[in-house]
Nanobody, 123 residues
Framework: VQLQACGGGLVQAGGSLRLSCAAS????????MGWFRQAPGKEREFVAT????????YYADSVKGRFTISRDAAKNTVYLQINSLKPEDTAVYYC?????????????????WGQGTQVTVSS
């Protein structure tokens, strides 16, 4: 499975972005598609995940109500809509694919990773 993330950029606080993650290869083996982020000097943290075959979603408490994860199965693409951006959302955002069937929120549970896209929020 190959993952290509894009959509990051520099935005002002309160703005919005939509990140995309295009999957190719043996995508049928993926059960969950997730987004993580990593700020400078911090560990990679879970943001949101979606079950590839259905509509089940799960979010980190810090992003609930502002972030929305969705997928377009026909395009093999997962999206992360980010609204009401805050400076603390500044990070490199990574998409990832997990082949296990249990809900996956830890980086170690994901088998494939995209290259990351930078999101910078100015105050």
């Amino acid at each position: 499975v190959q993952l290509q993330a894009c959509g990051g950029g520099l935005v002002q606080a309160g703005g919005s972005l939509r990140l995309s993650c295009a999957a190719s290869g043996h995508t049928f083996s993926s059960s969950f598609m997730g987004w993580f982020r990593q700020a400078p000097g911090k560990e990679r943290e879970f943001v949101a995940t979606i079950r590839w075959s259905g509509r089940s979603t799960y979010y980190a408490d810090s992003v609930k109500g502002r972030f929305t994860i969705s997928r377009d199965a026909a395009k093999n693409t997962v999206y992360l809509q980010i609204n009401s951006l805050k400076p603390e959302d500044t990070a490199v955002y990574y998409c990832a694919a997990a082949t296990g069937f249990a809900l996956a929120t830890l980086p170690g549970s994901y088998d494939y990773w995209g290259q990351g896209t930078q999101v910078t929020v100015s105050s």
